[in-house]
Each structure stands twice: as C-alpha cells, then as structure tokens.
Nanobody, 125 residues
Framework: QVQLVQSGGGSVQAGGSLRLSCAAFESTYSTYRRVGWFRQAPGKEREGVADIDKDDGSIHYANSVKGRFTISQDTAKNTVYLQMNILKPEDTAMYYC?????????????????WGQGTQVTVSS
C-alpha cells in the first residue's frame, strides 16, 4: 500500500492562491511512479488536473488550469505540491491526489491505484 496524506486547501476569493500538499508513504512491497491531482465538484465527474513523474519529473496539465496551476515535488520528502494561482469560482471542488504506475495518466483517473483523503477548495466570487 502507498498511503497519501493531503494538506492545504481552504477558502479564498477569486484571484487568490492556495497550495495543496500530498505526502506519500510507501511500504516495502508497494511503490509508485506518477502522482496526479484530481478534483470533483458536486454532481460532476472526477477531473484530472495535472500529474508528475517521480523519477523523470515529466509534467502534464489539463488545459483548464494551464498557466495558473503548478505541480511540483520534493523527492527527499516524497511530497507533491499543487500551487494554485488566479483561482476562479469554477475551481471550487474537492481535490484529491493519487499515485500510480509509469503508465498512469491524469486524463484517466482509474489508472491510479492509491488515493489521498481529499481536501476542499472553495473559491468565492
């Protein structure tokens, strides 16, 4: 099992910033390669936001957040961050981090095996 512990989030006005953290704890027999951030608003499907490869650092972003959100990692701490700037009311959702294999892809949430507990982000206009 890979345990993911999220922190950060909260409420902010439109145009503001928030940072989410996702700390990963690997077991002896379980590991991961890619970490993704996802969000789910009430009544909507889970949407991939971005992902990052732990080993080669490759990054992908959804068009809806490109230029506003930045995914990064501190490999020494096994922690992935999502810096969210210029937040909009439509960014309001429960945000989840997830860990998967080399072939995991943020556009396909089901390819990720391990999920964090979720953290609420609310952006008011």
């Amino acid at each position: 099992q890979v345990q993911l512990v999220q922190s950060g989030g909260g409420s902010v006005q439109a145009g503001g910033s928030l940072r989410l953290s996702c700390a990963a704890f690997e077991s002896t027999y379980s590991t991961y390669r890619r970490v993704g951030w996802f969000r789910q608003a009430p009544g909507k499907e889970r949407e991939g936001v971005a992902d990052i490869d732990k080993d080669d650092g490759s990054i992908h972003y959804a068009n809806s957040v490109k230029g506003r959100f930045t995914i990064s990692q501190d490999t020494a701490k096994n922690t992935v961050y999502l810096q969210m700037n210029i937040l909009k009311p439509e960014d309001t959702a429960m945000y989840y981090c997830a860990a998967g294999s080399y072939s995991s892809d943020y556009t396909r949430p089901k390819t990720f095996n391990y999920w964090g507990q979720g953290t609420q982000v609310t952006v008011s206009s």
